[in-house]
C-alpha cells in the first residue's frame, strides 16, 4: 500500500487546494468570458462556436458607439446613476451622522426602520407608483426613475455610512466643536475627509445599484430618448430573432465599467456590507 | 456611551460634555432630528406610503371600485397563483441552499493558505458574477442555454453525451434553469460575506481546539459553524427576502414562459398590473406575496433561534 509521508500529505492537499480553486473560478468565470468572446466574433462564427474565436471582429462595438439611438441609453443611464447616487450621499450621509452621533432613545428602532425598507418588494411598489406618477405627471421622465432609485440606494447608504462613521473617532467632532464649527461643519469640514474609504465604498455601491436598476426604468419610462441602458438590453432581445453580437457587445459595455470599479473597490465594499453583521 | 468623569478634569475634556445638563437632552433630539429628518421623510414618502398604498388598492376592482376582500378570496381560488407560489418556494429554496452550502465551501477553500498572488486573482475571478446585473444575467444565460451558441452542448458531445440543449424551452427544466442562473450571479456575494466571517475567528480558537486534540472535522462543527452561526442566519433572510421577490432574471430570461413554468408571484403580479391592467387584483397578489415572504422568514429566524 503506498503510504504518503507527512510532508508529502502536506504536498498533495496544498496542490489539491490549488486545483480545485483554479477549477472553480474558471467555472464561476466562464459564463462573462463566453460573452465577451462571442461578441468579438463575425456573425457568422457565433453559431456552432469553438471555444476560442478564430476571427476576430469588432463590428458590433463600432456599430454601437457609431449608432446614437444605441448611444443615448449610456448618457441616460449615467445621468440616473449619479444623480441618485448624489441624492442618496446626501441624504445617507446626514441621516447616518445623525445615527452615528446622537444616541438617542428609539435611535435603533430608526435604524431598523430603514432596514426595514429594503423587504418592500419592488414590483409591489411598482403597483402604487404607477398611480403616483401619473397623478404628479412624471410619467416618462428619468426624475421619476432617479427618485425611486434612491428608494432602492438610500437604505444602503444610510446602513454602510453610518457603521463606517461608528469607526470614526467622536473627538475628532467635539475638538472642531469646541474650536468654533457647527455640528454640521464638523461633519463637512472634519469627519468627511477622514471617511474617504466609506464614502467611495457608499458611492460606488449606490451608483452600481442605480446602474443596474431595471424595473423602475422599465415600468416609466417609454420614448426611446428617455430608455437607460438595461432596457436597451432586454429590448434588443428579439421574440424570434436576435442580432446576438451587437446585443453581448453592449452587455460587455454596460458590465465593463462596473467590473473594474468592483475589483478596485472589493475590499472596501465586502467591508462597508459585513460591517455589523460578521460578529 | 462613553463618559469619562473624573474629579478635576475640565468639563469640555469629557466625551461627552454637555449630555449631563438635563435640559440639554431635548436638544440633542432636535439636532439628531434635523440630521435624521430629511433621509426618513424621504423614505417615508417614497416608500411606507407607497407601501400602504397598495393595501387601499388591492381592496379595488379593475375599475378602482371597492370590493373588499375580493381580490384575495381570487388569488386563493386561482390555479395560476397558487402555481407561482409553488414555483417560487421551488425557486427560493434551491437558491438559498446552494447560496448557504456552496458559498461556504468555496469560502472554506478560498481560506486555505496559499500563495497571495494566486489567491486574490482567483477570488477577483470567482467575484465577477458579482459585478453583472440581473439583466445581463439573464442575457449570458440565454446564450449558454441557446442550443446553437453555447459551448457547452459540443463539450457534452465530445465526452459522448448525447443531449436535447434546450432548457429554457423545455417545460420540465427551464425553473431549474433559471435558478442555477440566479444560484451562480450571487453566489460570490454569500461567499465573500462568509469568508469576511471566516477570516474573523481567531487563531488561537483553533489552537485551542486542537490542544484538546479536536480534530479537523471537529474543529469545524464546534469553532467554525458556533462562530458563523449568526452570519449564516443573517445571509438566509437576506436570501428569502430577495428570492422571493425577485423579477428581472426571470422576466428577461424567460417573461416567465414556457407555459408559465417559471412564473414567480413576482412577474405574476407584473403581469396582472402592467399587461392586463388589473391593479386591484395585481395589488393583491403583491400583498401576499409580501406575507407569504414575511411568514417564511420569521418562521426560518424563529426555527434558527429556537435551537440556542
Known amino acids: 500500500m503506498f503510504v504518503l509521508g507527512m510532508k508529502h500529505r502536506k504536498l498533495f492537499r496544498s496542490a489539491l487546494v490549488y486545483v480545485a480553486t483554479l477549477l472553480v473560478a474558471l467555472i464561476m468565470a466562464f459564463p462573462v468570458f463566453w460573452m465577451i468572446s462571442l461578441s468579438i466574433r463575425p456573425l457568422g462564427e457565433t453559431f456552432a462556436p469553438t471555444l476560442i474565436p478564430t476571427q476576430i471582429d469588432l463590428q458590433a462595438y463600432v456599430k454601437i458607439l457609431t449608432n446614437p439611438s444605441l448611444r443615448i441609453p449610456f448618457v441616460n443611464s449615467m445621468v440616473v446613476a449619479t444623480s441618485s447616487m448624489f441624492l442618496a450621499l446626501l441624504l445617507g450621509l446626514l441621516t447616518a451622522y445623525g445615527l452615528s452621533r446622537y444616541r438617542f432613545r428609539g435611535s435603533n428602532a430608526v435604524l431598523m426602520f430603514v432596514i426595514g425598507n429594503k423587504m418592500f418588494p419592488p414590483v409591489l411598489l411598482t403597483v402604487s407608483y404607477f398611480y403616483l406618477v401619473t397623478r404628479v405627471k412624471l410619467y416618462d421622465t428619468l426624475l421619476a426613475v432617479i427618485l425611486m432609485d434612491t428608494v432602492i440606494t438610500l437604505p444602503f447608504a444610510i446602513w454602510m455610512l453610518r457603521n463606517y462613521l461608528d469607526t470614526v473617532p467622536r473627538e475628532l467632532d467635539e475638538a472642531a466643536i469646541i474650536d468654533g464649527c457647527t455640528r454640521l461643519g464638523a461633519l463637512v469640514r472634519v469627519v468627511l475627509p477622514v471617511s474617504v474609504p466609506g464614502v467611495a465604498a457608499t458611492v460606488v455601491y449606490c451608483f452600481l445599484l442605480a446602474w443596474n436598476e431595471f424595473l423602475f426604468a422599465y415600468t416609466f419610462t417609454q420614448s426611446p430618448e428617455n430608455q437607460v441602458t438595461s432596457i436597451k438590453i432586454a429590448s434588443l432581445q428579439g421574440q424570434f430573432w436576435t442580432d446576438w453580437p451587437t446585443l453581448l457587445g453592449y452587455s460587455v459595455l454596460f458590465t465593463i465599467p462596473i467590473l473594474v470599479m468592483f475589483l478596485a473597490m472589493q475590499r472596501y465594499l465586502v467591508q462597508g456590507l459585513a460591517a455589523g453583521s460578521t460578529k | ?308
Request: hydrophobic share 55%; charged share 15%; net charge positive.
Open chain 2, 1 to 308: 456611551m462613553q463618559r469619562m468623569e473624573a474629579v478635576g478634569v475640565p468639563r469640555f475634556k469629557a466625551g461627552e460634555p454637555r449630555n449631563a445638563v438635563s435640559h440639554q437632552r431635548s436638544c440633542r433630539l432636535s439636532g439628531a432630528c434635523l440630521f435624521i429628518l430629511p433621509g426618513l421623510l424621504y423614505l417615508a414618502l417614497m416608500s411606507v406610503y407607497p407601501m400602504l398604498y397598495v393595501f387601499k388598492i388591492s381592496l379595488g376592482d379593475k375599475a378602482d371600485r371597492f370590493i373588499g376582500l375580493g381580490n384575495y378570496v381570487r388569488a386563493l381560488h386561482d390555479p395560476y397563483f397558487l402555481l407561482t407560489v409553488k414555483q417560487s418556494l421551488i425557486f427560493v429554496i434551491l437558491s438559498a441552499t446552494a447560496h448557504v452550502t456552496l458559498g461556504l465551501l468555496l469560502a472554506l477553500l478560498l481560506n486555505q493558505p496559499m500563495n497571495r498572488l494566486f489567491r486574490s486573482t482567483m477570488r477577483s475571478l470567482i467575484m465577477a458574477p458579482w459585478a453583472i446585473t440581473p439583466v445581463v444575467v439573464a442575457v449570458i444565460w440565454r446564450l449558454l442555454y441557446n442550443p446553437h451558441l453555447s459551448i457547452i452542448p459540443t463539450i457534452l458531445r465530445s465526452v459522448g453525451l448525447k443531449v436535447e440543449w434546450t432548457l429554457l424551452g423545455n417545460p420540465s427544466w427551464a425553473l431549474v434553469a433559471v435558478t442555477v442562473a440566479n444560484i451562480w450571479f450571487s453566489l460570490p456575494f454569500y461567499m465573500l460575506m462568509m469568508l469576511a466571517s471566516l477570516q474573523s475567528i481567531p487563531d488561537e480558537l483553533y489552537e485551542a481546539a486542537s490542544i484538546d486534540g479536536a480534530h479537523a472535522v471537529q474543529r469545524f462543527r464546534f469553532v467554525t459553524i458556533p462562530h458563523m452561526r449568526n452570519i449564516l442566519i443573517t445571509l438566509l433572510l437576506f436570501d428569502f427576502i430577495g428570492a422571493f421577490v425577485f423579477f428581472d432574471l426571470v422576466w428577461v430570461m424567460t417573461k416567465g414562459g414556457p407555459a408559465n413554468r417559471t412564473e414567480l408571484m413576482a412577474t405574476y403580479a407584473y403581469r396582472m398590473a402592467f399587461e392586463r391592467f388589473d391593479f386591484g387584483y395585481a395589488g393583491a397578489v403583491a400583498v401576499l406575496m409580501f406575507f407569504i415572504m414575511l411568514m417564511f422568514s420569521l418562521g426560518l429566524l424563529f426555527l434558527l433561534r429556537r435551537e440556542d
